[in-house]
């Protein structure tokens, strides 16, 4: 997986999680490489790009609000967000926005 996402012309939708984690890690790094394996099977999925410093930032990317929504149901990554909820975050924030222009080198 390339660390920038290679994403199709826009318009398409970013999901932008930005977090604060606990010094709880039991599981959580296997749980986090199995959500990016289980959205990249995921209808409508186009990217992800991650990275961690004192705040968790990890911006997906998706053809389309349906796509978002069938993800956040979907059963494990229900799973992950309850553990997440519980063990792993003091504090995150979820922004969906949609990319109407991108560029780069």
Known sequence: MALIAMTPEPPYYA??????????????????????????QQPGFLGVES???????TVSYWADLASIKAWKAHAEHKEAQRLGHQQWYQHFKTRIAKVERDYGI
Request: hydrophobic share 45%; net charge negative; glycine share 6%.
């Open 15 to 40: 999901v932008i999680f930005t977090s604060l984690r606990t010094s709880i890690e039991d599981g959580y790094d296997d749980m986090a490489e199995r959500m990016v394996e289980l959205a990249m």
């Open 51 to 57: 990275a961690r410093n004192e705040v968790g930032v």
